[in-house]
Antibody, heavy 117, light 107 residues
Framework: EVQLVESGGGLVQPGRSLKLSCAAS????????MAWVRQAPTKGLEWVAS????????YYRDSVKGRFTISRDNAKSTLYLQMDSLRSEDTATYYC??????????WGQGTLVTVSS | DVVLTQSPATLSVTPGERISLSCRAS??????LHWYQQKPNESPRLLIK???QSISGIPSRFSGSGSGTDFTLSINGVELEDLSIYYC?????????FGAGTKLELK
């Protein structure tokens, strides 16, 4: 059974940093692209970033480019999202997803990031 | 960016009826259009891929159709457990974008 378990969310001040992790199990992690998708409170879904199975290529939405970094450790079956220079508009539940690069096949339970002073 | 417009925003339904939800793209996405269901306080789950392809484990009452810019998700015989928000998503170009969702509520 595919399992994706996010951690690392919490309350952080504007301008500070936070690093999210996603522990994957139930599949061969190194064979799959992965992505982060977020959802602001009571709002819709928004793709944030994707990474190829090797980690050799990464993709970001414009609003997080230069501030967020997606990475992975295939030996640990773990996906990461380093978030720097956080803004209030980054407040959201962040979902780790296994993706084909075209659709999002499996989703974690999400971790809430709140950016506020 | 490709804008996906979903309609209606809210649909009041009666159990057992057949319903259709619409998703319209601002430019052609071929069949790279996928549907998700998000139940209250849960993570989204994939319902339909490539506009019309079924997903293992998803009830057969869910079906999808369309190509280019106009897409439809149909539920043939709505059940109470289907009261959720439904999102469409395009994977034809980056950034991947989602529609704002259609909420199914009980009439």
């Amino acid at each position: 059974e595919v399992q994706l378990v996010e951690s690392g969310g919490g309350l952080v001040q504007p301008g500070r940093s936070l690093k999210l992790s996603c522990a994957a199990s139930g599949f061969t992690f190194s064979n799959y692209y992965m992505a982060w998708v977020r959802q602001a409170p009571t709002k819709g879904l928004e793709w944030v970033a994707s990474i190829t199975n090797s980690g050799g290529s990464t993709y970001y939405r414009d609003s997080v480019k230069g501030r967020f970094t997606i990475s992975r450790d295939n030996a640990k079956s773990t996906l990461y999202l380093q978030m720097d220079s956080l803004r209030s508009e980054d407040t959201a539940t962040y979902y780790c997803t296994r993706t084909t690069s075209i659709w999002f096949a499996y989703w974690g339970q999400g971790t809430l990031v709140t950016v506020s002073s | 960016d490709v804008v996906l417009t979903q309609s209606p925003a809210t649909l009041s339904v009666t159990p057992g009826e057949r319903i259709s939800l619409s998703c319209r793209a601002s430019e052609s996405v071929d069949t790279y259009l996928h549907w998700y269901q998000q139940k209250p306080n849960e993570s989204p789950r994939l319902l339909i891929k490539y506009a019309s392809q079924s997903i293992s484990g998803i009830p057969s009452r869910f079906s999808g159709s369309g190509s280019g810019t106009d897409f439809t998700l149909s539920i043939n015989g709505v059940e109470l457990e289907d009261l959720s928000i439904y999102y469409c998503q395009q994977g034809n170009s980056l950034p991947h974008t989602f529609g704002a969702g259609t909420k199914l509520e009980l009439k």
